[in-house]
């Protein structure tokens, strides 16, 4: 029998910066809503933003 997923595994959304093609930072869905994630990204990423950077949070696979 092969092993599957649990339906509990953790779930993680990742802060992809298309610009410098890096994984910023990963927030586990379970603690950070898109909100919470949103307002962590303009605190600790700004000087992406600054520099006009796209970043885009996406599910973490
Ligand atoms: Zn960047």
Redesign the pocket.
Known sequence: MMAAATPDEPKFKEVY?A??KMVLARYSVKYFTDADINELVHVHYSA?IK?G?AIEIRMSV
């Open positions: 910066c610009d410098c992406h520099e950077h």
